[in-house]
């Protein structure tokens, strides 16, 4: 069982910052991460896959990194719809998902 | 646009049974996995149940094996979640969800709530 252990549970920036989230996994997951956004009321929607692809009309300045078992999902400048929860998922194994990151305004 | 829709999510006691439904437009749904993720109100993602895009494998989380059976009609776009003997913790909006590995497309949920 692969365990992934995102921190900080909540990161509280204003809006033009940066936000560094991460994601550590307990055993190598080579690059097999992705990152989920997901806002109150809606349905998850995926922003990187294989650690560090964007999805499709996924703004630039989202951007992931890392392999093996740490990785970071770097919000370059916080806009006002960034303020939501992040999740971090692997495919190596189950179970994929990460227990969440929520970015609040400070 | 891909579009998954959800249904048949509602209030069932405890021990009770329910058969949930997501239809897939915009792709081509035989050339695709599919899974089901659940969310408890308040809570992370958890996820339930995969499917191979031709039907013939078929992964669960430990929690709901025997108990819960996922299936797919290809003709019909169709995915399915047959859920028996379900308990309180169950309560959950029920996401089924594109892709092998990865979520790549979401439908926006059915809420199943156990209770008496």
């Known amino acids: 069982e692969i365990v992934l252990t995102q921190s900080p549970a909540t990161l509280s920036l204003s809006p033009g910052e940066r936000a560094t989230l991460s994601c550590r996994a307990s055993?190598?997951?080579?690059?097999?991460l992705a990152w989920y956004q997901q806002k109150p009321g809606q349905a998850p929607r995926l922003l990187i896959y294989?650690?560090?692809n964007r999805a499709s009309a996924i703004p630039a300045r989202f951007s992931g990194s890392g392999s093996g078992t740490d990785f970071t999902l770097t919000i370059s400048s916080l806009e006002p719809e960034d303020f939501a929860v992040y999740y971090c998922?692997?495919?190596?194994?189950?179970?994929?998902f990460g227990g969440g990151t929520k970015v609040e305004i400070k | 646009e891909v579009q998954l829709v959800e249904s048949g999510g509602g209030l069932v006691q405890p021990g009770g049974s329910l058969r949930l439904s997501c239809v897939g437009s915009?792709?081509?749904?035989?050339?695709?996995?599919m899974n089901w993720v659940r969310q408890s109100p308040g809570k992370g993602l958890e996820w339930v149940a995969t499917?191979?895009?031709?039907?013939?494998?078929?992964y669960y989380v430990d929690s709901v094996k025997g108990r819960f059976t996922v299936s797919r009609d290809n003709a019909k776009n169709s995915l399915y979640l047959q859920m028996n003997s379900l308990r309180a913790e169950d309560t959950s909006l029920y996401y089924c969800?594109?892709?092998?590995?990865?979520?790549?497309?979401w439908g926006q949920g059915t809420l199943v709530t156990v209770s008496s």
């Open positions: 969800a594109r892709g092998r590995g990865y979520n790549y497309d």
């Open positions: 915009g792709f081509t749904f035989s050339s695709y996995w």
């Open positions: 499917i191979k895009d031709d039907g013939s494998e078929k």
């Open positions: 055993q190598s997951i080579s690059n097999n």
């Open positions: 294989d650690a560090s």
């Open positions: 998922q692997q495919r190596s194994n189950w179970p994929p």
